[in-house]
């Protein structure tokens, strides 16, 4: 008899799925991109990483630099046509594609079509777990409690709330302790914490003892900007919570290194 899946979904066939990396899972957590792979081949899709894709853009596009953008935007819509669904592990690069890309091209009406098309078709992964192949539980364990942080992007532009939580609650182990304030912001901002670091230093203090606050060992978030923000400064004050991007948890990975921890099984392989 074969194993379970790790997700009890509703869908009745596979999915062609292109998988949208983002550049921060690419330089910094390779295994959020592994985490939604595992997700979505246990749902049933069938997952391919186009090789050559690149930024969404956001970068460009928050500082005003709109041709910049344009042009990487259209260097997105040529890697990803053909898949029935673009699914990024991030609320804030799946918004971009979904809420900004078509405003790029006013003016080109045949790239502007292509982008809507585009827009149609790109999901963030969990929101597309849930809402678009059906998938109502996860098999996978964590022992602890958990925070959960609403990314602004996922949250504001992708009404990202629920999903996340309804999967987390099917984790064996996991206890769910919600922060007094989930939704504000964690100060991150992409290019905002580099041009006002005073301010979002601030803001991320807030999260911190928010997070500290709420009793749990582990925050999670469906961005890693996010995640790499809080994660710095939990680990500057010496908060012992650690921090996790939600798709590792829900695809069993929950006990790899957190972020900005020393990867332990590297350490024993260099025979320290």
Do not use: W
Request: hydrophobic content about 40%.
């Amino acid at each position: 008899m074969p194993p379970p899946s790790p997700t009890e979904t509703i869908a009745r066939r596979p999915h062609r799925v292109a998988l949208f990396a983002t550049c921060l899972v690419d330089l910094f957590r390779p295994s959020v991109a592994f985490a939604a792979i595992r997700l979505l081949e246990d749902a049933g899709c069938i997952v391919e990483v186009p090789p050559l894709q690149i930024c969404c853009g956001q970068p460009a596009y928050n500082s005003g630099d709109r041709r910049t953008a344009r042009a990487v935007a259209a260097q997105v819509i040529d890697m990803f046509e053909g898949y029935e669904a673009i699914v990024a592990p991030s609320g804030s690069c799946a918004g971009m594609l979904v809420q900004h890309f078509p405003g790029l091209f006013d003016g080109e009406p045949e790239m502007q079509a292509r982008a809507e098309a585009l827009a149609r078709r790109s999901h963030e992964l969990i929101s597309f777990l849930v809402d678009v192949l059906g998938v109502q539980k996860v098999i996978a364990r964590y022992d602890g409690a958990v925070t959960y942080h609403d990314s602004c992007s996922g949250l504001r532009e992708l009404r990202i709330k629920e999903q996340p939580r309804r999967l987390l609650r099917t984790v064996d182990g996991l206890r769910l302790n919600e922060m007094k304030a989930p939704e504000v912001c964690c100060g991150f901002g992409g290019t905002f914490c580099v041009k006002y670091p005073e301010i979002s230093n601030v803001m991320v203090g807030e999260k911190s003892a928010d997070i500290a606050a709420s009793g749990a060992d582990t925050v999670l978030a469906g961005d890693l900007g996010c995640l790499m923000n809080m994660a710095g400064k939990l680990l500057r004050e010496g908060t012992p919570v650690r921090a996790r991007h939600v798709a590792e948890v829900l695809a069993g990975m929950g006990e790899q290194a957190a972020i900005g921890e020393p990867d332990r099984s590297l350490s024993k392989a260099a025979g320290r």
